[in-house]
């Protein structure tokens, strides 16, 4: 859930399958439940990967790098900060969705790999430029590559699948691209057409290594659940309903709007930001965390961006391997780790290309026969209940909401320099989604609420929660418990074409947060130089807290 979907349906649809067309082109469900098989096998295959701590498609993980290695990728990195940027990265034209669109084959790649692009245009050609976003002096991107001149086609409609409403464009490949040269992070591959219009594709490079680095954790997953490219998402289907959302996501195709509407909102100002620190960084996706665990593997800190709704429970094991193992973990955002999804490879092998997601059609799911605990639907509802908030120390508990973010401790060290007392208020921070402190739910112990802000959802009075904690390993845990944060960094600025109603106080102020948060991780455990957190749940909560019971500690 998030602001961009406040006009869809989200009332549960009931557990009968009913009410699904016949279309031409669909899978039947027979057909669908020969390719579940399929799927099944590639996911055993994923989740065998990760416990070998082999690298994401089975291949061997590589050497961590140390020494010599660790002291040349860091001085790589210092040099590719220092070059000038490109400002004209930016769109100028979208035009009409068919005036050029494109999609990766690859979720993210290595250095030096190969992807495929396929594109659709109604030019007769079209030229791509990958761009790197950085800060580069405020440019905020790169232009690290551009092909030649391709010759533009209109590509076949796409197909829908029968049992699950899936789109996907199985358009062929346009151009093969090798990543030769190209530093890790975080692209924007910007299609530019001959009739003068232009679209994005993501696509993350990711690094052989986290080891001594900040890890930002991108969320594809999430990116592909809200995309309504060919008019059905896991929210809606063509008629807008709930009941007609598609059950699992394709990455076959391309991004709606502009083509890359969730990274640059939710995620495209921590890059920035990170960059400008000069910390060691290391980039990577939820799904490469979900097949390998070695993608976290001595980790300084792992970054979960603005709008991290869904995961497999493989990645929030290894997210919580990683901090039980001594690496800080940033939420910077809300609604985190709140669907329980399952990853597809195409026919049981290749990449994984789908996102399953049935949420209160669960049952419906034919994996379920052989699989009763690969359940996806939220985390936290039944059979398989985990709340979230084990993990992130907060509860989702609504949406829409807008309201002031409220500074509680106000002498804790994440607000180190922002010169904020206790009660002081930034407008509209808090927003459109909010987590809280839920007593009575699994939730670490000691938990200090740093932020307690009051606000009215949906009619109903309750608050959204900023907290700290750590854990025996010494990791530190921040989550910001609002969905505004990472915007709150452009906040005054009109970068995304909306700031809420938020000024630049309040941009100085989330920036300044979040660069302490990001340079005390970055030195390590938290928990071993900082302060330990207050326990202060029982008096922000009062009755609440002494009636529900106090909060479970994690083991």
Same mark, same amino acid.
């Given at each position: ?10 009332? $549960? ?82 035009? +009409?969705?068919?005036? !050029? ?118 969320? +594809? ?32 195709? +391309? ?19 990170? $960059?400008?620190?000069? !910390? ?32 497999? +429970? ?99 060290? !994440? ?99 979040? $660069? ?40």
């Amino acid at each position: 859930m998030d602001h961009d979907a406040e006009h869809h349906d989200h009332r $549960e649809r009931p557990a009968e399958h009913s009410g699904r067309v016949e279309h031409p082109g669909r899978l039947d469900r027979r057909h669908f439940l020969g390719a579940a098989a399929a799927g099944a096998a590639g996911i055993a295959m994923g989740a065998a990967a990760g416990c070998d701590s082999s690298a994401p498609g089975g291949q061997e993980a590589a050497p961590e790098r140390t020494g010599a290695g660790a002291d040349s990728t860091d001085a790589a990195a210092a040099a590719e900060r220092a070059l000038p940027g490109s400002p004209d990265w930016r769109i100028r034209s979208v035009g +009409p969705p068919d005036a !050029i669109e494109g999609y990766t084959d690859k979720v993210s790649v290595e250095p030096d790999d190969e992807f495929g692009l396929c594109v659709s245009t109604t030019a007769r050609g079209f030229r791509v430029s990958a761009y790197r976003v950085g800060w580069y002096g405020g440019a905020q991107a790169r232009l690290v590559w551009r092909s030649d001149r391709v010759a533009g086609r209109v590509q076949r409609d796409p197909r829908l699948d029968t049992f699950t409403d899936t789109v996907r464009a199985d358009w062929d490949r346009t151009l093969a691209v090798r990543a030769d040269g190209w530093p890790e992070g975080a692209y924007l591959l910007r299609l530019d057409a001959e009739n003068a219009h232009q679209r994005y594709v993501p696509l993350i490079v990711r690094s052989a290594s986290a080891t001594g680095r900040t890890v930002l954790m991108h969320a +594809p997953a999430t990116w592909q659940a809200y995309n309504l490219w060919g008019g059905y998402s896991l929210y809606e289907g063509k008629d807008g309903a709930y009941g007609t959302r598609s059950l699992a996501v394709s990455f076959d195709r +391309p991004y709606d709007k502009n083509g890359a509407e969730k990274f640059l909102v939710y995620e495209r100002a921590v890059v920035v930001l990170a $960059e400008r620190l000069g !910390i060691p960084l290391a980039y990577t996706t939820g799904v490469d965390v979900h097949l390998a665990p070695s993608s976290l593997r001595g980790a300084s800190s792992v970054v979960s961006l603005g709008h991290d709704e869904y995961w497999t +429970p493989e990645q929030r094991k290894h997210v919580t391997r990683a901090r039980d193992t001594g690496t800080n973990v940033v939420f910077l955002g809300a609604n985190t780790c709140y669907r329980r999804i399952r990853l597809e490879r195409e026919n049981g092998k290749g990449p994984i290309r789908t996102v399953v997601c049935f949420k209160s059609d669960f049952q419906n799911d034919p994996h379920l026969v052989e699989h009763r605990t690969m359940v996806t639907t939220d985390f936290r509802a039944p059979p398989a209940a985990d709340p979230e908030s084990s993990l992130t120390g907060v509860l989702y508990e609504g949406f829409p909401t807008d309201a002031p973010y409220v500074v509680h401790g106000a002498d804790h060290w !994440i607000f180190e320099g922002t010169g904020v007392k206790r009660g002081d208020s930034f407008d509209h921070l808090v927003g459109v989604e909010y987590d809280r402190v839920t007593p009575g739910q699994p939730t670490p112990s000691p938990l200090e609420i740093v932020a307690h802000s009051p606000l009215v959802c949906k009619g109903n009075d309750s608050h959204a929660d900023s907290v700290y904690y750590t854990v025996p390993s010494g990791a530190g845990v921040f989550a910001s418990g609002t969905m505004r944060w990472v915007e709150g960094l452009m906040a005054g600025t009109r970068e995304n074409g909306s700031d809420h109603g938020m000024d630049a106080r309040t941009g100085a102020f989330v920036t300044r947060t979040t $660069e302490n948060v990001f340079r005390a991780f970055a030195a390590g455990p938290a928990g071993r130089s900082k302060p330990a957190p207050k326990d202060n749940v029982r008096s922000v909560y009062g009755h609440e807290a002494t009636e529900n019971g106090s909060p479970t500690p994690v083991t």
